[in-house]
């Protein structure tokens, strides 16, 4: 199904999305087409797979990006704190800007300043984007993100765009009570998804989702 939703607009690609069953609630829907993901893919950005965006960096499939929205979509409110680390495009962490209008603040974290710069230029594509910049509900910072980003947080939803060694320790610290990290992690070469909740009494559950293929988290490229 994931690789059938390509279209030729934003609004088809998005549409064809929820009816092959990858999007099921209608904030995300709204979310996701109100960002024109040409903005953030130079090639085919209506096809549903990931895109070559530089610095060996890929914008993620459309598909992933929805069912990262879905899943954190409970903790997404309008003035919740969220983290987007490998914000590579900074196409997510717009949609996680929308979803979390009109109070929210989305942090994008990456190692490679040359993507800090081109999320930052890609969502001054848009007047929305360019707002969001302005108002500081979303931010571009430089740094690790497998220490996640403390001075932000603590935060509602941590999203992390590359598969992790583990779960980090640091990531769970900076969640709320109650809050979501939603997270690709590699095991014996196998990639999948865990949804790791910190629950209203602080104790922590982990669910090990599907399996999935992402660039890695890693050290910095030496400059
Ligand atoms: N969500 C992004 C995914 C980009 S690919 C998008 O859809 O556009 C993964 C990103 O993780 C890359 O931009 C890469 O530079 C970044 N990355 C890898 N290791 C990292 C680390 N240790 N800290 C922060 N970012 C990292």
Not at 89 to 94: A, D, P, R, V
Request: glycine content about 8%; proline content about 6%; hydrophobic content about 35%.
């Amino acid at each position: 199904m994931a690789w059938m939703s390509g279209s030729t607009s934003n609004a088809g690609l998005v549409k064809k999305l929820a009816s092959n069953g990858l999007i099921s609630s209608d904030r995300v829907l709204q979310a996701m087409t109100s960002v024109d993901r040409a903005h953030y893919a130079p090639s085919s950005p209506y096809q549903d797979s990931p895109q070559p965006i530089g610095f060996k960096a890929t914008i993620s499939a459309p598909h992933m990006h929805a069912s990262a929205c879905e899943s954190l979509l409970p903790f997404l409110n309008s003035e919740a704190r969220v983290l987007d680390i490998g914000s590579g495009s900074g196409y997510l962490t717009h949609v996680l800007a929308n979803l979390t209008a009109p109070d929210g603040v989305v942090i994008g974290v990456d190692h490679i300043q040359g993507l800090v710069d081109l999320a930052n230029k890609n969502m001054g594509k848009s007047p929305e984007g360019k707002k969001l910049l302005e108002s500081k509900r979303v931010q571009f910072i430089k740094a690790d993100g497998r220490l996640g980003y403390p001075e932000g947080g603590p935060y509602d939803a941590i999203h992390v765009g590359a598969a992790a060694a583990s779960k980090h320790q640091a990531l769970i610290d900076q969640l709320k009570s109650p809050g979501r990290l939603f997270v690709p992690v590699e095991e014996n070469y196998l990639q999948h998804i865990w949804v790791i909740d910190k629950k209203e009494d602080g104790s922590v559950e982990s669910k090990k989702m599907y399996g999935v293929q992402y660039v890695p988290l890693t050290d910095a490229p030496s400059e």
